[in-house]
């Protein structure tokens, strides 16, 4: 164990296992932590063997150590009230460094990563008819019902998304070529390329939670925050107000540039390109000439923004909150991100249903060949196993408000500090929403 003392300019070492005769010492939980106080150092000699490492004075002290409140959660009490303050159901222990993704793995039954063709094919036919029926009731629906209409298509499409996934992980067809035809048409009413997102959706899963690495969302670095004023009322609303849609710049960014994908990913980065490009040639066209422009607008705009409020909704309530931190690759941990840095959010269960099941997602980030369909199975068996670690939500509104509110630029220590701390005159859309977003839980 290793403890400074800023004041003072030395570390005091000294065995965990060894006894320190003390009535002033205080342990961190059980990480073997203590905090010194200069100010209390007694003037006395001692027995007690121990090194002393000084850098600013030659006098030798004996250093005594003073109790300080545990960190967050480490106590049940504690995990209990962040939960409370931020929309959880449940904040999970943090997981042991010495546990592995493969001790995670060995645990979940071999049936979850069974393929299924045809409960994949009965995913397919939900998304097509639920699709179906958003287009019908955006046709005959008055125009004051259009934004449930629009919210149901929207949802629809999302399935799409889902099934588009599964085909990239591998897990939606025992046959690969299949798997590649059926995810690159379901993207197309989405107008998202499949294997370019495919490309960097297995980085997310490989870099979940790393600072610089991870291509999901990332904390907003104050650094670059200072250095460009020009775009920090940008960047607020963007993390801020605007952010269940923010999903339509990183698809705009991420995914049309030939010059992010490597020489050996271009020629299918080019093919599904030329299909999403050819379903907007021929797809949008067809929609005007029969429809007008307010038809494209009532039939393919409004779900297609429903569809990112979604994609943006779960992907940050997947991975972001106050307690979980973003690591760089040193510190980072595979087994503490996917495991302890996701989040399993229960929604109600029609967007369930047309979403497959996307939000039951720590079993996905264990193995993302678990199937969408074996899932709830899968998170059954991390409860049973390792439930005292798993962080659980029912969506709600403090949850959200926590997110839009708070996880915002990037703090070793804190993990996020709020754009109204950084820069409180700034700061309005974030006042704001503290103000208006209901504290539901």
């Known amino acids: ?19 320190v005769h003390s009535t002033r010492i205080g342990q961190i939980g059980s990480s073997g932590a203590y905090c010194l106080k200069w100010e209390s150092l007694p003037l006395v000699n001692s027995k007690q063997k121990g090194c002393l490492i000084y850098s600013r004075k030659k006098n030798v002290v004996q250093a005594v150590a003073v109790p300080i409140a545990p960190p967050p959660l480490e106590s049940a009490e504690e995990r209990k009230q962040l939960g409370e303050k931020y929309g959880f159901r449940q904040i999970g222990e943090p997981l042991p460094d010495k546990v592995t993704m493969r001790d995670i793995m060995d645990t979940l039954p071999k049936k979850v990563f ?4 045809g409960k994949a094919l009965k995913s397919v036919l939900i998304s097509v008819t639920s699709y179906t029926l958003g287009l019908f009731m955006i046709a005959k629906a008055p125009w004051y019902l259009l934004p449930l ?9 999302t399935g799409f998304f889902v099934i588009g996934h599964d085909c990239a992980h591998k897990s939606f067809s025992k046959n690969k070529l299949l798997e590649d035809i059926v995810g690159t048409l379901a993207f197309l009413p989405l107008i998202y390329p499949y294997e370019p997102w495919r490309i960097k959706h297995d980085r997310h899963h490989a870099k979940t939670n790393m600072l610089h690495e ?22 607020i609303f963007g993390y801020g107000p605007i952010r269940p849609w923010m999903s339509i710049a990183h ?40 429809t007008g422009i307010v038809g494209w607008i009532k039939f393919w705009l409004m779900p297609w923004l429903g569809y990112h409020f979604w994609m943006s909704t779960f992907t940050m309530v997947h991975h972001t909150a106050p307690h979980i931190p973003f690591k760089v690759s040193d510190e980072w941990n595979a087994a503490q991100a996917q495991l302890n840095g996701t989040v399993h959010c229960d929604y109600p269960s029609w967007i369930e249903i047309l ?13 993302p060949r678990i199937p969408s369909y074996n899932l709830r199975v899968a998170h059954q068996s991390l409860q049973q196993n ?11 509104w403090r949850l959200m408000k926590t997110i839009l509110t708070i996880c915002h630029v990037y703090d070793k220590e804190r993990n996020y500090v709020p754009f109204d701390e950084v820069v409180p005159d700034e700061a309005l859309p974030i006042t704001f929403l503290k103000k208006v977003m209901p504290d539901y839980a």
């Not at 209409?149 to 499409?157: D, F, I, K, M, N």
């Not at 030939?258 to 599904?272: A, D, G, H, W």
């Not at 039951?360 to 193995?367: D, G």
Request: with cysteine.
């Open 355 to 367: 979403c497959h099941d996307i939000n039951v997602h720590i079993p996905h980030h264990i193995s």
């Open 114 to 117: 069974e393929i299924d063709d």
């Open 1 to 19: 164990m290793a403890c400074s003392v800023a004041d003072s300019g030395f570390l005091f070492l000294v065995s965990k296992k060894r006894p």
């Open 149 to 157: 209409a629009w919210a149901w298509t929207g949802t629809a499409v």
């Open 386 to 396: 390792w439930g005292k670690y798993l962080n659980e939500a029912s969506w709600n």
């Open 214 to 235: 991870d291509t999901a969302w990332q904390p907003v670095w104050k650094e670059e925050f200072d250095s460009i004023p020009a775009l920090r009322k940008a960047i």
């Open 251 to 290: 698809w705009w960014l991420c995914h049309f540039n030939l010059k992010k994908f490597r020489p050996n990913e271009i020629n299918k980065v080019k093919i599904s390109l030329g299909c999403v490009f050819a379903f907007m040639a021929i797809g949008w066209p067809l929609i005007i000439w029969k």
